[in-house]
Structures are given as structure tokens and as C-alpha cells.
């Protein structure tokens, strides 16, 4: 391998792995190998292979994204320069909403009065469905919709940790969809720029020195929070949770320097 | 045939940012929140690599691999940016919980793609400390000095079998690409 390969090669993998700082872009622009996408579609396809579930994504974030789509179309259109064309496509849109819209006042219409004729108001039986419009599900529901559907909940309640505080509140658990949540009251509110809390779940496969970490979380001045939990690894049968308070971005493995909650298994289901 | 989502995004098509929201939504948030510890984070990185996948949907090439590892490779690029402009570094003297993971998981890892079934197959074919390496690298995010750190190993050799194993797995995974030679 040629040393312009050799130097091309480093470039593609640090992309792959680590990330290139804006002059290494530069450096890989130069030597046109940009497009080089091998390693990084390889680097994809083993990461696609660890996946061990796939998450539906938050309510509230698509909502987001489509946001964010509408934005960006919308300027994309602009700055091609083909306002024209989209302002003609629009009218033509809009025409044939206009018709669409009309013709469907008409079934409506007939179908109210058809309805109103054969059945009395009250008795008309269900409509046709409506299409549900996007509902937000808070991590409330999520939890109860956890509840409701596993069958293997372990619960553990909040007890104080070694901070002056005292937050009360519960955590749930589902080896089988290995998803939980955590609910607090009376947690100090935090400040995201200096610090966060980060969720440690003690389960039956690792050391007690090393528990899985489940996850940072900040807290307002409100209190009140659930929380999904999201371990990094496996976790079997948890014994117990604990929550610490670390540096910005949680660590890998905590000092116990803070400990805000603890929280032993009471109850798991059979 | 119908277009793919991605052709469509590429072609300005609004619609088919649903439909590729539909497809994919969750995945990328689960790769997400694989690699980032932190909810606030992962939210607002899938938002950034939706954006993404909308300006190189057009790079899309259905030769190359399918839209599912097309879209996982933009999500990783843009998760490593993220981890790597925060300076995230282990702060620990101990790192079992990284290296706990068990290695053969195969039972509970789903099929997500042909690629990613030919990945599992590439990664087992490898040597155990090429595998290691890789999936400290790619699945739980670690740069080649965090590497070195957690396994005792020097840095030459963390990427030496970072560097081996990928070229093999992408051979095997039939992507064409530059040093193809080096990676016996």
C-alpha cells in the first residue's frame, strides 16, 4: 500500500471510529476520497447487529423532527430558486383541495342526512373511526402502559441515599422488556451545566463494584419526575437501584462520592 | 418498483419524511440511546441526524448497501461528532461494567437487515480480541486510548485489531473500498 493509501486509510477509519477534527474533513476532501463510505457502512452494519431492541421513538420527538422537516423543505425549496414552481404547485394544490374539500362537504352532507333519516340521533351506532390525531405520551403513561403489559414487574421504593434530603417515590422493572421507570418527589433540582443525576441498577450478572449504569437525568425545580430507564447493558433481575449525582454526560463508573437515592427490590412477580 | 424512502426524501418529497420517520424512527433512536448516556442527548442527536439523512439522502446508493445500514452509518457519524465535541472521557479507574458485557448475546440480538445478520457472521469469524475491540469502538462508543485503558492493552495493538478486524468484516460484508490488501 502506497503511503497516500496508508494516510487515506488512517483518515477513514478515524472517521469510522472516533470522529475527524474540521482539518482532517479538509485533508480528506482534498484527496477526493470523501465518498470512501466502506468502513463506516461496515462500522453501521456491526452496530445494526448488536441491537438488541428496537425502541418506538418518543411521541413528543417526532413531533419535533416533522417540525423540523417542515422547516427544512421549505427552505430547500427556497433556496433552489424555484419559489415559482412550488407557489404554482401550491395554487394547484389549493384548487384541487378546494374541490376535494367541497365534494367532501357534499358526502357529508348526504351521509348526515342519510343517518339522520334511517336512525334515531342517539341510536346511530359508532361513526365512521376518526383518525386519531398524534397523542404525546408522557413517561407517566409509558410506565402505566409498562405496568399494565409486563408480567415480570420488580418494584423497589425510594429510600434516602447519604444526602441530607429525603425524596420518596418508586422504581419498576421489567427483566422481559428491559425497560423500567423511575418516579421521585422531593429530588433538589439540579443544574445540567455542572452536574446530573445518573441511575446505577445492581443485578444478579454484575459485580457489585461495577453496577450497569441506566442512564442520566436532570431535575427541575419542580420535584417531580418519571424517568425511563435505559441501561447500557443486559440487566437480570435487579436487587437494587441507586441513583448518584456526577459531572455532565454521567461517568462510566461512579465514585459514590453522592449518593441521592437508594432503592432495594421488594416485590418481583413470578 | 417503487422508489425507496430515501430517493423520494432526495426527489423533495415531504410525505416520505413520515414514511422514513415510520421506518426508521425508532431505530435511530435506539442507536441513540445506545451510545449516548443521556436522554436530553439522544434527543436532541436524532433530531440532528434526521436532518442529516434529508441532505444525503441523494448519496444514497441501493448498490451499496440497504437504507437501513445507509441510515444507521449517518446516525453513528453524527452520535461519534456529538461524543467527541463534549470530550466525554471515562473519569474511573475501573471499567468491568464496560468490559462486562457478555460476548455471545446472539439470542437476543434481532434482525434488523441482511447486513446486520452478514455483521454478526463477519464478527464471529474474528479473532476474540479483534471482536472485543470492535465492539468497545462501535457499540459502546470508546475511542482507541479509552480502549487501551479498559483492556490493559497498548495502543498499537488496540488499533492494529481495530483496523484488521473492520477490513475483514467489511470484505466479508462484500463492501468495496480503499486498503482491501491490508486486511489479512
Redesign the interface.
Known amino acids: 500500500m502506497s503511503e497516500l493509501e496508508e494516510r487515506l486509510l488512517d483518515l477513514l477509519e478515524k472517521r469510522t471510529f472516533d470522529g475527524l477534527t474540521p482539518a482532517e474533513e479538509r485533508e480528506l476532501s482534498e484527496l477526493n476520497a470523501t465518498d470512501d463510505v466502506s468502513l463506516d457502512l461496515t462500522a453501521a452494519a456491526i452496530s445494526l447487529a448488536q441491537l438488541e431492541k428496537v425502541e418506538p421513538m418518543p411521541v413528543h420527538l417526532r413531533s419535533r423532527i416533522e417540525s423540523a422537516a417542515d422547516e427544512h423543505f421549505t427552505q430547500k425549496v427556497s433556496q433552489s430558486g424555484s419559489v415559482r414552481t412550488v407557489r404554482e404547485s401550491n395554487t394547484g394544490w389549493w384548487n384541487w383541495f378546494g374541490w376535494a374539500l367541497a365534494g367532501a362537504a357534499c358526502i357529508a352532507l348526504a351521509a348526515n342526512i342519510y343517518l339522520t333519516r334511517v336512525n334515531p340521533p342517539l341510536a346511530a351506532g359508532p361513526g365512521p373511526t376518526p383518525t386519531p390525531a398524534p397523542v404525546q405520551i408522557t413517561p407517566e403513561q409509558q410506565r402505566a402502559q409498562l405496568l399494565a403489559s409486563a408480567s415480570d414487574i420488580a418494584k423497589a421504593n425510594i429510600s434516602a441515599g447519604k444526602e441530607s434530603y429525603v425524596p420518596s417515590g418508586d422504581i419498576v422493572w421489567s427483566d422481559a422488556k428491559q425497560a423500567g421507570y423511575m418516579r421521585f418527589h422531593g429530588l433538589p433540582a439540579n443544574d445540567p451545566s455542572k452536574a446530573t443525576y445518573q441511575l446505577w441498577i445492581f443485578d444478579q450478572t454484575q459485580d457489585k463494584a461495577t453496577p450497569i449504569d441506566g442512564g442520566t437525568f436532570d431535575v427541575d425545580a419542580n420535584g417531580d419526575v418519571v424517568v425511563p430507564i435505559n441501561p447500557r447493558l443486559h440487566a437480570t433481575e435487579p436487587e437494587m437501584f441507586a441513583v448518584t449525582m456526577e459531572k455532565p454526560g454521567g461517568v462510566v463508573v461512579s465514585k459514590r462520592e453522592k449518593i441521592a437515592v437508594l432503592a432495594k427490590v421488594e416485590t418481583q412477580k413470578s | 418498483m417503487a422508489d425507496s424512502i430515501l430517493k423520494r426524501i432526495a426527489l ?1 418529497n ?1 410525505d416520505a ?2 414514511d422514513c ?1 415510520d421506518t426508521y ?7 441513540a ?2 451510545m449516548l ?5 439522544a ?1 436532541d442527536a ?2 440532528e441526524i ?2 442529516d439523512i ?1 441532505k444525503n439522502a441523494e ?1 444514497f446508493d441501493e448498490n ?2 440497504s437504507e ?3 441510515i ?2 449517518i ?3 453524527r452520535i ?2 456529538r ?2 465535541k ?1 470530550n ?1 472521557r ?9 468490559l ?3 460476548e455471545s ?1 446472539g439470542d ?3 434482525e ?2 441482511v ?6 457472521e ?2 464471529r469469524t474474528l479473532k476474540p480480541e479483534q471482536q472485543q475491540v ?2 468497545l ?4 462508543g470508546l ?2 486510548q479509552e480502549i487501551a485503558d479498559v483492556t490493559g492493552m497498548p495502543l498499537g495493538t488496540v488499533k492494529t485489531h ?2 484488521r478486524g ?2 475483514q ?2 470484505e466479508m ?1 462484500g ?5 482491501k ?2 486486511s489479512i
Not at chain 2, 25 to 31: A, D, F, N
Not at chain 2, 37 to 41: A, C, E, G, K
Open positions: 423533495g415531504r419524511v413520515s420517520l424512527g425508532g431505530l435511530v433512536w435506539s442507536i440511546r445506545k448516556r443521556s436522554q436530553n442527548d434527543e436524532v433530531q434526521f436532518i434529508w448519496r451499496q448497501s437501513t445500514t445507509f444507521a452509518m446516525a453513528r457519524r461519534i461528532d461524543i467527541r463534549s466525554r471515562i473519569s474511573a479507574d475501573s471499567f468491568e461494567d464496560v462486562s458485557e457478555p448475546r437476543r440480538k434481532i434488523i437487515s447486513e446486520a445478520g452478514e455483521a454478526a463477519a464478527l470492535l465492539q469502538s462501535i457499540v459502546q475511542s482507541h481495530a483496523r473492520i477490513l468484516a467489511r460484508l463492501i468495496t473500498g480503499i486498503g490488501e491490508a
